[in-house]
């Protein structure tokens, strides 16, 4: 077997087992090579992907954030530490997860909400979209001019400040509009359009139980705000939404407070306010638990008066009444140790009915005062036993003068407590301090432009191969001559790869730019030509058993390239020194006169209808050993033309005048003619396009044929993306390119 008969063994002999082993494998150069054919229409999805990205990241509002830093003190009782014997009645120090939740609070947010106005919403009316954008990038310090006619709208520059809005509560949370006028005068309007009031920036207005002060208004007469008087829990929940606090490091009693929104100016102003506000109650709270137990002590110094009073009283009494007594030295020590007794049992009763109000009779602390009690009581018991040994006089006197030193030691130190308490009322402190006052950073935090960016890139490869899966899922054409070769058991002869070359040269002789010319001829070195040499020598074997030496070319669908290769591969047979004649039997749309720079008159329908003869209809071309019969005049019954006897009689005679005859006739599945012109040809072939049929329309086309006792003997495969075949491997197919180059 020659080299020529190797090159072209079909497909098909192929081992079927190795292809089929082949198929059932993941091909990364198939998906490679799927990935370049779609490379524009991947580039264009992840273009529009980044640029939707980009258009986003124009309209998105920027959102800033603000933070600061409190220290949160460990001391039980801040502002009244010089007090120790009072620390107990003040408490134990708050956790910090606790103090996380009052900042939390509607204690602390409220405060907050109406200090700064916050259930207030006035803002300008920006057109939808685009309009805060544009009006975000305008210069600051003038208005600026509206865009599209639309000068409702606010487009940049325009500030409202509203200092107070009274409304009814049917009116809380809709939302309003006020229209600026001409010298800082403005109207509102509810939601239906109906007036409500006129007012004059700077001065109050109440009308219909609103009452409305607006401090500041800047805007072109007619712009619109919109504004909106929310519920106060409303306007809670939006701050805290956005206000965070946590701890900086754990146990280390600093509070990082951070607050976001997109007003910069205004977020340092109001993390500030939270934090002070925070810092002001926890100073109340210390002052007042100072302010309580002052009140408390300041109701127990008249009674302890009293007691005094009634104890001096009586002691001096008794001793009128029995004259001097003196006490002796051990009576006077036994009186010391009971005074002081009385006095600790007295304070510690004291301090427990104080702890009372905060903790249940099983607290440590509350078990802890009762049995300190119990010791004072039982050790009071013994100095009872040692006064019940003295005379009834020394007791009595012991007694009594007891009575009056307890009382007054007690009076005298709650006097020096409650003047304390006063001082340290006055300069109270809290546990908590501001260490950083709020700061707004001067970057938004979000969007981020980069992250943003790469996410649409990220996204646009993604949808574009999504897009390319299911594009080819329900694209069934053919794209591998392989299918054709083992679904309809027919060889493929040759596989032409695409040309760009031929493309260039289709759409300039279609334009007039160009005249006869011919890829073969002009562009030896082409690829898509050497495969056309391919096929020059595998017509050979189609014509082996053949009685007439002409080939009939034609296809299930126009467009697939008939012509192409009826034209080019006429030319490579005339160059093997073969004498060829192409005939255009497209009578309807042939066209193969404009490749030779021929005119299309006189030609296969004058020679039918008898007003020409063989000699006048047969062209030579530029090529050497190359003739054309074109079309000739478009009939109006084409298929009638075809059938009648002289149309045989042409191709008879033609057979006997050339070596090879080649026919390009219309697609079958179009029209019937080239069934009609089969039946007088030696041999048919049928082109088929990459991409371009489904295999049940070439299966119809074969079928067709052979329905009008026409066979197919082989296929040729057009246009065959050489750039994907590259990245192919297995059994799927090779491509090669071998020319000549100088040295």
Do not use: C
């Amino acid at each position: 077997m020659s080299a020529d008969q190797m090159t072209n063994v079909p497909i098909s002999s192929q081992p079927q087992n190795a292809i089929e082993e082949g198929e059932d494998e993941i091909n990364l150069g198939e998906i490679l090579a799927t990935l370049l054919e779609f490379k524009w229409l991947i580039i264009a999805v992840t273009t529009l992907s980044v640029l939707m990205g980009a258009a986003w990241l124009y309209v998105a509002t920027p959102i800033y954030k603000a933070d600061g830093l409190l220290q949160i003190e460990d001391q039980k009782s801040a502002g009244l530490t010089a007090l120790a014997e009072l620390q107990p009645l003040m408490g134990e120090s708050v956790s910090v997860q606790a103090q996380q939740e009052i900042l939390n609070s509607r204690m602390i947010l409220g405060r907050v909400v109406d200090q700064l106005k916050l259930d207030i919403k006035a803002t300008p009316d920006y057109v939808p979209v685009i309009g805060k954008a544009i009006a975000r990038r305008h210069a600051k310090g003038s208005l600026a001019e509206p865009l599209f006619g639309l000068a409702d709208y606010a487009w940049g520059g325009e500030q409202i400040k509203v200092e107070s809005l009274e409304l009814p509560n049917g009116l809380l949370g809709v939302p309003m509009r006020l229209v600026a006028g001409k010298n800082g005068s403005y109207q509102l309007f509810n939601e239906e359009g109906e007036k409500l009031l006129d007012g004059v920036v700077g001065q109050p207005v109440a009308a219909k139980d609103i009452t409305l002060f607006v401090s500041q208004l800047t805007a072109r007469p007619g712009t619109r705000f919109n504004l909106t008087r929310v519920l106060d829990q409303d306007a809670i929940s939006n701050l805290r939404q956005n206000f965070l606090v946590k701890e900086r490091a754990k146990q280390s009693g600093v509070l990082e407070a951070t607050l976001q929104g997109e007003n910069s100016a205004q977020l340092g102003l109001i993390l500030d306010d939270i934090l002070n506000s925070y810092v002001r109650q926890n100073v109340e709270v210390r002052s007042a638990e100072a302010a309580n137990t002052l009140k408390f002590l300041e109701a127990q110094l008249p009674v302890l008066k009293t007691q005094v009073d009634n104890a001096e009283a009586a002691f001096n009494s008794y001793r009128q009444s029995r004259g001097s007594v003196d006490l002796a030295m051990e009576t006077q020590g036994v009186l010391s140790s009971i005074v002081d007794v009385d006095k600790e049992t007295v304070k510690l009763q004291q301090m427990r009915d104080e702890l009372r109000q905060q903790f249940t009779p099983e607290h440590p602390r509350m078990q802890a005062l009762d049995s300190q009690i119990e010791r004072l009581k039982a050790k009071r018991g013994q100095f009872d036993n040692r006064v019940a040994s003295l005379p009834a006089t020394q007791q009595t006197v012991l007694r009594l003068q007891r009575d009056v030193e307890v009382s007054n030691k007690l009076y005298i130190e709650l006097l020096n407590s409650a003047q304390q308490l006063r001082v340290s009322k006055a300069g109270t402190v809290g546990d908590s301090r501001i260490i950083d006052s709020a700061v707004v950073a001067s970057k938004p935090i979000s969007p981020k432009g980069a992250l943003i960016l790469a996410v649409s890139l990220l996204m646009g490869l993604l949808f574009s191969v999504v897009l390319i899966w299911v594009m080819r899922s329900l694209r069934v054409m053919v794209e591998d001559p392989d299918k054709i070769e083992k679904q309809l058991g027919l060889p493929v002869y040759a596989t032409i790869p695409h040309s760009k070359i031929e493309v260039t040269l289709a759409r300039d002789i279609k334009n007039g730019k160009r005249k006869g010319e011919l890829l073969a001829i002009d562009y030896p070195d082409e690829i898509a030509v050497e495969s056309l040499r391919s096929l020059r020598t595998t017509i050979h074997f189609a014509l082996l058993d053949a009685d007439k030496g002409s080939l009939l070319i034609t296809g299930p669908s126009p467009g697939i390239g008939k012509s192409f290769i009826s034209k080019n591969l006429g030319a490579v047979l005339a160059q093997s020194g073969k004498r060829v004649a192409i005939v255009d039997a497209d009578l309807r749309k042939g066209h193969i006169h404009r490749e030779f720079d021929m005119k299309r008159e006189i030609g296969v329908s004058e020679f039918v209808s008898g007003t020409a003869s063989l000699s006048e209809i047969v062209k030579l071309s530029t090529v050497p050993n190359l003739s054309v019969i074109t079309t000739g005049q478009r009939p109006p019954n084409p298929s009638e033309l075809l059938m009648h006897p002289n149309f045989a009689e042409l191709l008879e005679q033609l057979g006997g005048l050339f070596d090879i005859l080649i026919v390009d006739a219309p697609p079958i599945l179009a029209v019937s003619d080239a069934a009609i012109i089969g039946r007088h040809t030696g041999a048919t072939l049928m082109v088929a396009r990459a991409g371009k049929h489904p295999i049940r329309e070439i299966e119809q086309a074969v079928k067709r044929l052979a329905q009008s006792g026409v066979q197919v003997k082989g296929f040729v495969f057009n246009d065959m993306d050489t750039v994907r075949q590259r990245y192919r491997y297995g059994y799927h197919g090779y491509v090669y390119n071998y020319s000549y180059k100088d040295n």
